[in-house]
């Protein structure tokens, strides 16, 4: 098998994942079959966990042999709406255009996953001294939600893995470093009131406006905190401030009001720290307020998501190996979230590292280069030689 017969067979098998539409409100279970049966008829066994309603699955595989110090090539299997975009061909049918091919998924980020199952024959035929692993997951883009159940899989029952590549868009530069996240909802109850007397009621409007106001000035405070070597772009913790629903007419006082809000993190900020700061301010100048109307009347604040960060480490051995097999001797942070963090805080060390622009995901029309195919492929060969050899860690000293 040449690299150019396993860039056919990766086209081949992303087009055929690309049909299956995975839009994370969707399950994603036929999928999996299909993926369980390819791997079936190359005599691999997959390993499913399900979530708790059982319409939806992560896949574990591995290829060589069941020790520890293996490494993980990592995707999701879920892919963002296409609702309301403008599409010039169906996005669930793949094709191809000027050296690109074009999909929803292609990048974000069934391609990856379809160049790791492409490997598999070549894995296959290699001696491997060490294990490979695929892991799959669900949930990824509505808040890294499978892979956690994934995680802890592996952590209590296999052999520990030595590295995660995550193979998100990275255009095949190394992401040694992400932003953390917390996700909140804020509920103001207040009191309803005919607004020609609003002495009556209490406006949740007007005391959600509080927190926002409040939120304003915290990101004021964050940005007045920054260091000037933080790697980040921002170089500091941001505040997400997207959704706000109250009242029912104009004339009267308001009684529900939701903010959605939320931070995205540097590593070094604690936000779970920030998030109590901003409850503090909630209890002690919105409530009392709404309480002197009615006991009813308050405020309530959950947590809704949280993402982990991934901690910039360039001496990690999923950065080391990167690094060796690559030759790129430098790595970089981003702003957006992967599941990366996750592995890392469960002891996996793990970098981001993958095919086609960040640029391109989410977007009508998403596209991957074929040359940017085509550089992964060498890569996993890379890959695979390496596990080859006898003691592979022992040339990442
Ligand atoms: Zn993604």
């Given at each position: 098998m040449t690299q150019n017969d396993t860039l056919k067979s990766a086209i081949t098998i992303l087009g055929e994942i690309v049909a299956f539409d995975t839009t994370s409100r969707e399950s994603n279970?036929?999928?999996?079959?299909?993926i369980q049966s390819y791997l079936h008829n190359l005599g691999i066994d997959s390993r499913i966990t399900h979530d708790s309603t059982g319409t939806k699955a992560n896949l574990w595989a591995t290829i060589g042999p069941d020790i520890p110090g293996g490494v993980v090539l990592s995707g999701h299997l879920d892919v963002v709406p296409v609702d309301g975009q403008d599409w010039s061909q169906h996005p669930f049918t793949m094709w191809q255009q000027d050296g690109k091919l074009l999909g929803r998924g292609v990048v974000d980020m069934k391609g990856f996953v379809a160049m790791a199952l492409a490997m598999v024959p070549q894995m296959l035929k290699s001696d491997l001294k060490i294990p490979i692993h695929l892991a799959f997951s669900y949930d990824e883009e509505i808040g890294c939600i499978g892979v956690r159940?994934?995680?802890a899989d592996v952590v209590k029952n296999l052999p520990m893995p030595r590295a995660v590549i995550v193979g998100?868009?990275?255009?095949?530069?190394?992401?040694?470093g992400h932003k953390g996240s917390?996700?909140?909802?804020?509920?103001?109850?207040?009191?309803?009131a005919h607004s020609s007397d609003p002495r009556l009621g209490a406006n949740s409007i007007m005391a959600a406006a509080r927190l926002v106001t409040y939120l304003e000035n915290l990101q004021q405070e964050l940005i007045s905190r920054a260091e000037s070597n933080c790697p980040f772009d921002p170089p500091y913790t941001t505040i997400d401030l997207g959704l706000?629903?109250?009242?029912?007419?104009?004339?009267i006082t308001p009684e529900f009001t939701t903010v959605d809000w939320g931070m995205r993190i540097i590593p070094t900020d604690d936000g779970e720290a920030i998030e109590h700061q901003v409850r503090n301010f909630i209890d002690e100048h919105i409530t009392p307020g709404l309480k002197k109307v009615s006991p009813d009347a308050g405020v309530t604040t959950e947590l809704t998501n949280t993402v982990t960060p991934l901690v910039p480490d360039s001496s990690s051995a999923a950065e080391q190996l990167i690094r060796h097999l690559t030759g790129l001797n430098d790595s970089s942070v981003v702003s957006f979230g992967t599941e990366a963090g996750l592995f890392q805080s469960a002891g996996i060390p793990a970098v981001v590292f993958g095919p086609g622009s960040i640029n391109q995901a989410h977007q009508p029309d998403e596209f991957i280069?074929?040359?940017?195919?085509?550089?992964?492929?060498?890569f996993l060969y890379k890959l695979t030689a390496w596990a080859e050899q006898d003691n592979p860690q022992e040339t990442l000293l």
């Open positions: 279970l036929e999928l999996i079959a299909h159940g994934l995680i998100e868009p990275t255009s095949m530069k190394i992401i040694g917390r996700s909140l909802r804020s509920t103001v109850q207040g009191v309803p706000i629903n109250g009242g029912t007419a104009g004339n280069e074929i040359s940017q195919l085509q550089e992964c492929i060498t």
